[in-house]
């Protein structure tokens, strides 16, 4: 049977792909540095190693050790725009040279498949929603010029080695495994749904809104939220899809239903049953008006079928995991 090798499995996205592909009774090596994942959501019943994408020898070792992989699902990268606007160089370093050490070893060894994490961010500034695939890539941070250079490595390595890839352009993350097992938990939290949630649990006094002067209905940013188990669905879709010998090709992942700040604010308020205080914040560098998925493509070419498209069963998701890991990964239970 071929395994599959998760590379940034201990992640946010990376664990819930696990996960799934666990249950889906998937062989599965998970390969992540934890420099922000966590070894606590790993599932047990994966094989774990500790290194870096970059180190060749250690990765080496892993497909020397797993002779059955085929395919590699790549989620180990850096991920924060904001950061990415700061620390440009952080960016293209791990995130570039991470990826053209991977597909050195792939070539070395012989394996064909990539599934790759890409971004909503490979396309700036739409000027027309929903955002096709065929839409310009003008990226307005070093993050989404980071995923961008490496969808073009990733052609370029096809084209030259034979390496097949599918891209996946996800929209905004959100959402945990139903049970509160697993979730999100970075140090520290930067992203909408978790820190709305913090503050429903008092760990923080209040929500601050980047913004409420944007073209929007109520201006504030629209945004397309996926839930982690659609994504990994997705990805096992485009590892099948590979696997049955189809070309290298790019998706978007979203929901294509858009939501406001105000209105994630709201649903949450709802879900929670708790106050939630907010203000309204100065803007945010770098955050486009909206950000909505056409994500036809996928659902037709992949079959894929989201069903968390329901932002409130979202949220409670999220939810259950803040409830039961108030402290995310340092709690024991
Ligand atoms: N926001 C607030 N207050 C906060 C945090 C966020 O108002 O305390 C706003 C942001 O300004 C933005 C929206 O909530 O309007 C969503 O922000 P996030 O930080 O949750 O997510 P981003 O849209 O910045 O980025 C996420 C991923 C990226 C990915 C992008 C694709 O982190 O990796 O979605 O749309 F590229």
């Known amino acids: 049977m071929a395994s599959v090798l998760v590379v940034g499995g201990a992640g946010y996205i990376g664990s819930h792909m696990v996960d799934r592909l666990i249950e889906n009774g998937e062989d599965t090596v998970v390969v992540d540095n934890l420099c922000t994942g966590h070894r606590a959501a790993v599932s047990d019943k994966a094989k774990f190693y500790e290194g870096d994408i970059a180190d060749k020898d250690f990765m080496r070792k892993v497909f ?29 370093d791990n995130n570039i040279t991470g990826l053209i050490k991977l597909l050195e070893v792939m070539k070395e060894v012989g394996v064909k498949n990539l599934v790759f994490s ?33 969808e073009k490595i990733m052609k370029w390595a096809d084209e030259a080695y034979g390496i097949k890839w599918v891209a996946l352009r996800y929209f905004n993350v959100a959402g945990a495994k139903p049970d509160g097992s697993i979730g999100e938990d970075h140090g520290p939290e930067t992203h909408l749904v978790p820190i709305i949630l913090q503050v429903a649990q008092g760990k923080r006094d209040k929500l601050q809104i980047y913004g409420d002067d944007y073209n929007t209905p109520d201006g504030t940013n629209i945004r397309d939220y996926v839930h982690p188990y659609d994504l990994a669905d997705a990805h096992i879709l485009a590892m099948n899809y590979l696997r049955d010998g189809n070309p290298s090709d790019a998706f978007n ?21 708790k106050e939630i205080p907010a203000e309204i914040a100065g803007r945010r560098g770098g955050d486009p008006d909206s950000l909505v998925a056409a994500s036809d493509k996928a659902r037709k070419i992949l079959g894929w079928e989201p069903k968390y498209d329901d932002v409130h069963s979202l949220i409670e998701t999220a939810w259950a995991w803040h409830s039961k890991h108030p402290n995310g990964f340092d709690d024991k239970n």
């Open 253 to 273: 992942l979203g929901s294509s239903t858009g939501f406001s700040n105000l209105e994630m604010l709201k649903a949450a308020r709802e879900v929670t049953g």
């Open 118 to 150: 890409s971004s909503a961010a490979t396309y700036g500034i739409p000027d027309h929603m929903p955002i096709k695939e065929t839409d310009p890539q003008n990226p307005i941070n070093p993050y989404g010029e980071s995923k961008l250079m490496m």
């Open 64 to 92: 020397k050790e797993n002779p059955d992989i085929d395919t590699v699902i790549h989620f180990a990268a850096y991920s924060l725009v904001g950061e990415s606007m700061h620390k440009p160089l952080k960016y293209f």
